[in-house]
T-cell receptor, first 114, second 114 residues
Framework: EAQVTQNPRYLITVTGKKLTVTCSQN?????MSWYRQDPGLGLRQIYYSMNVEVTDKGDVPEGYKVSRKEKRNFPLILESPSPNQTSLYFC?????????????FGPGTRLTVL | QQQVKQSPQSLIVQKGGISIINCAYENTAFDYFPWYQQFPGKGPALLIAIRPDVSEKKEGRFTISFNKSAKQFSLHIMDSQPGDSATYFCAASETSGGYQKVTFGIGTKLQVIP
């Protein structure tokens, strides 16, 4: 089944404790992206990657890191999480960088930083 | 500053009625306008999309109306059903700096009551 998977789905952590949220897609997509979803703010892009070893900042990159060592994987790293990073996170992928390419979203990771 | 303004934030419609969600934008470089549907506990999924050279697109009970001169577009759900209860995001994309940047609205939570 073609899909985007994220792990973990739920995470409660404390301020400053480094964490990684994994994202993997099995559709051979070139383009991958991370979003956070907050009430009243919608979906905001954190980072994106156009292909292996090519990543760039989205609209809200502060406090996050990413890497793209393999085409299928795009982990999101919070090196020193803070409470304002409590949010619902989505990974997404699309076949290529084209105007009408559909983005496929993962199921989401709900993160709480205490 | 929201590049894509979406309203209302929440909407309650009776079964069989018409649900209408509106979006407006300022950036004339936007060249593709998708709508995503998100059920509770799931990631968003592409519902329907339109290009700005088309004034209307219909897929089943879902219709996008697009007014290029007013820079507005809307989603109409005819004969709304309880199964349509979800959060709907409008979005707009542009090709900028060599990549497709997608900007989402804040989302509309639709509840269809029997």
């Amino acid at each position: 089944e073609a899909q985007v998977t994220q792990n973990p789905r739920y995470l409660i952590t404390v301020t400053g404790k480094k964490l990684t949220v994994t994202c993997s897609q099995n559709m051979n997509h070139e383009y991958m992206s991370w979003y956070r979803q907050d009430p009243g703010l919608g979906l905001r892009q954190i980072y994106y990657s156009m292909n292996v070893e090519v990543t760039d900042k989205g609209d809200v990159p502060e406090g996050y890191k990413v890497s793209r060592k393999e085409k299928r994987n795009f982990p999101l790293i919070l090196e020193s999480p803070s409470p304002n990073q409590t949010s619902l996170y989505f990974c997404a992928s699309s076949l290529r960088l084209a105007r009408n390419n559909e983005q496929f979203f993962g199921p989401g990771t709900r993160l709480t930083v205490l | 500053q929201q590049q894509v303004k979406q309203s209302p934030q929440s909407l309650i419609v009776q079964k069989g009625g018409i649900s209408i969600i509106n979006c407006a934008y300022e950036n004339t470089a936007f060249d593709y306008f998708p709508w995503y549907q998100q059920f509770p506990g799931k990631g968003p999924a592409l519902l329907i999309a339109i290009r700005p050279d088309v004034s209307e697109k219909k897929e089943g009970r879902f219709t996008i109306s697009f007014n290029k001169s007013a820079k507005q577009f809307s989603l109409h759900i005819m004969d709304s059903q309880p199964g349509d209860s979800a959060t709907y995001f409008c979005a707009a994309s542009e090709t900028s700096g060599g990549y497709q940047k997608v900007t989402f609205g804040i989302g509309t939570k639709l509840q269809v009551i029997p």
